[in-house]
Nanobody, 123 residues
């Protein structure tokens, strides 16, 4: 499975960005696509995930109500709509995939990773 993330950039506090992650290769129908992020000097953390078959989603508490994950079946692409952005959302955002039905929130649970895309929120 190959993952291609895009959509990062510089935005002011309170602004919005939408990240995209296009999946290709042997994705099958039973997999989970997730977003993680890593700020400078911090560990990689879970942001959001969606199960492709069930459409179930999960979010980190820090982004609930502000971020929304969605998918486009035809394009095999997952999106992360980020609203009301805060400086603490500044990080490199990574797309990840696991070939399973259930969502997990640890990075060790994901085998496939895309390159990161930088999101910078200015105060």
């Amino acid at each position: 499975v190959q993952l291609q993330a895009s959509g990062g950039g510089l935005v002011q506090t309170g602004g919005s960005l939408r990240l995209s992650c296009a999946a290709s290769g042997r994705t099958g129908s039973s997999y989970v696509l997730a977003w993680f992020r890593q700020a400078p000097g911090k560990e990689r953390e879970f942001v959001a995930a969606i199960s492709w078959r069930s459409s179930m989603t999960d979010y980190a508490d820090s982004v609930k109500g502000r971020f929304s994950i969605s998918r486009d079946n035809a394009k095999i692409t997952v999106y992360l709509q980020m609203n009301s952005l805060k400086p603490e959302d500044t990080a490199v955002y990574y797309c990840a995939a696991r070939t399973a039905l259930s969502i997990v929130v640890t990075s060790q649970g994901y085998r496939y990773w895309g390159q990161g895309t930088l999101v910078t929120v200015s105060s």
